[in-house]
């Protein structure tokens, strides 16, 4: 039986959520925040995976200790493979590993660095906003669309986030900027150099099935299998590809806090913790 929105965590069993994101990315809550809310839940199990960053694991700690969540390393890694935007989560790495933070400091700079030509994309069109506004909602995190897409609601230039990546912001909108386009098996190479597991997000939403294949000789652990955008067929889907190639399951609610809708919704996106057992037998230690 698939894990639905409804039923994940019901029959007793403990959940856990391993795909959220901070204001060291772009989610609207802190580090702490996020803890305070997974224990009002009662998840047993959270990873705060942001966008190319690991900031907010050594703030989200001591607060995760106290009140006895097991928190996960995470994060989660853009990447491009033939024309396609990929993102891979990675968990249980060593977050202080010199060459994982080195190349996720050079990613902190590309992300300015596109987030200038965006700005400049939109300028060209009559869309004035300036660079400085996304920096002071970014915080200092790690700089990404739905910043952009806030400053352009701010200035009135759209009504909603789904407008801004509609009209401007989307992959196919006339402001966009290619992501990161490191090659996902460097990803998964700094992944599991510095002790971690690779899973591919959301594959539902941007992965052909020939590419996922393709991403799965690459080395990746596993495929994460419950996200909101994967209904009770797609669970199954992915579960059945994961099964035939020997691959850990993951899943998350790929929280953010920026939607009013989603304040509700914390804690209901989950997965038994049982899965998270699994992924920790695969972990090779030296």
Known sequence: MPYSLSSVGHNGFEKADLH????????????????????KTGLKAISITDHDSVAGLDKAKPLAIEHAIELINGVEMSCTYQGHDIHILGYFFDH????????????????????????????????????????????NGTVGRPHIAAVLQDGGFVRSF???FSKYLGSHSPAYVKSIETHPEEIIRLLNASSGLSFLAHPGQNVPDEILRKLITFGLDGIEIVHPSHDAYKQNYYREIANEYFLLFSGGSDYH??????????????????????????????
Not at 20 to 38: L, M
Not at 113 to 119: D, G, P
Not at 263 to 284: A, C, H, N
Request: proline share 3%; glycine share 4%; charged share 35%.
């Open 20 to 39: 959220i994101h901070t204001k060291c990315s772009d989610g609207a809550f802190t580090p702490e925040e996020i803890v305070e809310k997974a224990s």
């Open 257 to 286: 806090g920026l939607k009013d809708h989603e304040e509700d919704l914390f804690g209901q996106t989950t997965i038994p913790y049982d899965w998270v057992t699994k992924m920790k037998s695969r972990i090779v230690t030296v």
């Open 162 to 164: 789904s407008e801004a």
């Open 96 to 139: 202080n590993d010199p060459e994982l933070k080195s190349y996720l400091d050079h990613c902190k700079q590309l992300r300015t660095e596109r987030a200038e030509r965006m700005v400049s994309k939109l300028a060209k069109m009559g869309v004035k906003i300036e660079i400085e506004q996304i920096f002071l909602k970014a915080q």
